[in-house]
């Protein structure tokens, strides 16, 4: 997975959480599972993003 790949879990990630937070999906029966979504998303973009840095720094 590249950076912008990573940024984009991240971004995707906080528009769901956006999106529940602003109630625009939180009417729907799978809102909870947007936010849980969101939520790893965000954490999996952040771990990557760290990880290439480390990797770049090693080189």
Known sequence: MNK???YAAIATGVLL?????????SASPYSTF???????LVVD???RVRDLR?????H
Request: aromatic content about 12%; glycine content about 14%; proline content about 0%.
């Open 4 to 6: 912008w790949t990573a």
């Open 17 to 25: 959480m956006a999106l529940y937070l602003f109630e625009v999906i």
């Open 34 to 40: 947007a936010v849980l979504a969101g939520g790893v």
């Open 45 to 47: 973009g952040v771990r």
């Open 54 to 58: 480390r990797e770049q720094e090693g």
